[in-house]
């Protein structure tokens, strides 16, 4: 079985976010970048599969194949999800941060040409937020999809998946192929050990244009500003439920 991995580089979970001076987008220079949280934890789920860690059965995974679709510098990420063992990378240069459908025609046209059984993505990235793309290529591909996995199992051609919901979990099965996007709560990522890091350099990473796959990536929306959120203003402390209703009378809540 093929399983297909996107990944995104973003920039790393600690560190703050800062808005560019004329309000157009969010400042990289000299940001640590790292890769997305939720596609980290997709990549160690794959490697799960073909390690047979877990619940999963050796070998359920034959070969994992890393995507990325970015500025140059994102084949560091893909060589740190093949430090954490996948077998070889594809990256498709895009100087511009596409939008979600863009992605998602773009990661369709991969898997037409990888012809994966499973794509293993994060639920959403980090920067953008918007828990978009896996839904885009599921519906492009035709394929069944499964969101916000917090268990994998695939076996009979299916993929189970628990998922969190409102009331508690869902649990589905999915004919394979199936894009499923995963949760926090599925595995904690390994680290990359020295002797994999050192391995990964010699393992393939193929790169390509975003043109050499014939997709309409032309943006579709329009950022008009972007800022920093409103400072919260500080606390009050209230002796008693008579004091709480009143201050909540005076800010006119009640």
Do not use: C
């Amino acid at each position: 079985m093929k399983v297909l991995v996107p990944v995104k580089r973003v920039i790393d979970y600690n560190v703050k976010a800062r808005v560019k001076a004329d309000q157009t987008g969010v400042d990289l220079a000299n940001v640590k970048m790292s890769m997305n949280p939720f596609d980290e934890i997709a990549v160690e789920e794959a490697v799960r599969l073909k390690e047979g860690k877990e619940h999963h059965a050796a070998g359920t995974a034959t070969e994992i194949v890393v995507v990325s679709i970015g500025v140059t510098q994102a084949q560091e990420t893909i060589r740190t999800a093949l430090a954490m063992g996948a077998d070889r990378g594809l990256l498709i240069q895009s100087d511009s941060d596409l939008e979600p459908l863009a992605v998602a025609k773009l990661l369709k046209a991969v898997v037409d040409e990888e012809k994966p059984d499973l794509v293993l993505l994060g639920k959403q990235s980090i920067d953008g937020d918007n828990n978009a793309v896996g839904q885009m290529l599921a519906a492009l591909l035709d394929w069944p999809q499964a969101t916000f996995a917090s268990k994998i199992e695939i076996g009979g051609g299916k993929a189970t998946v628990t998922r969190e919901v409102d009331g508690g979990l869902q649990t589905l099965a999915a004919t394979l192929p199936a894009v499923v996007s995963v949760d926090l709560r599925l595995n904690t990522p390994r680290y990359a050990s020295l002797p994999n890091i050192m391995k990964a350099k010699k393992k393939e990473i193929a790169v390509k244009a975003t043109s050499d796959y014939g997709v309409d990536v032309a943006p579709r929306l329009k950022v008009l500003k972007v800022t920093e959120p409103p400072k919260r203003a500080g606390g009050i402390k209230v002796t008693d439920a008579a004091d709480l209703v009143a201050k909540l009378k005076t800010a006119g809540v009640l």
